[in-house]
């Protein structure tokens, strides 16, 4: 079978290349789990969020802004936990063998690393930017007059009062 490739994978992107590995090997999880073991639930939850996370990765990469691309790194985080719980439970109600299960939690469990570390990083930018906006309306705040001579507050400056 011939690979269709639309748009060459960013080589330089770790999250991006792991998150669509991981989704790969979810799929085949679940033709696994469908073909071989019969098991029909678990094996859907397990595609869902285990693909969901890399969507959610791809999806933040043409985010509108920081924010934007926090929200849907977090939603990747969020499935990624998840994945994780319907990973223990295929392997404790004995779906996966040792050695299937363990090779699993590795990949996700890296995943889940690079995603909150994403997370705290970006976090801490958009307050550093929060931060260094407050300051510059409270220094414009601080050099304006009024015409009675009084200073203007930041708060009047927006249209506050």
């Known amino acids: 079978m011939r690979k269709l490739v639309i748009e060459p994978m960013r080589k330089d992107n770790v999250v991006l290349e792991k998150s669509y590995a991981l989704a790969l090997r979810m799929v085949k999880l679940y033709k696994y789990l469908m073909e071989e073991k019969k098991e029909f639930v678990l094996s859907k939850q397990i595609l869902r969020s285990g693909t969901s996370i890399g969507a959610n990765v791809e999806e933040a990469m043409g985010a509108q802004g920081e924010k934007d691309f926090l929200s849907k790194i977090s939603i990747a ?3 990624a936990r998840e994945t994780k719980y319907w990973l223990r439970l295929l392997n404790d109600s004995e779906y996966l063998e040792e050695k299937q299960s363990q090779s699993l939690f590795q990949d996700i469990e890296e995943t889940l690393k690079l ?6 990083t970006i976090k801490q930018k958009i307050r550093n930017t929060n931060s260094k906006l407050r300051m ?3 220094e414009l705040g601080g050099r304006m007059k009024r015409k009675n001579g009084k200073n203007k507050t930041c708060h009047h400056i927006i249209g506050g009062g």
């Open 115 to 120: 995603l909150g570390s994403i997370q705290k």
């Open 77 to 79: 985080y969020k499935e």
């Open 136 to 138: 510059k309306n409270y």
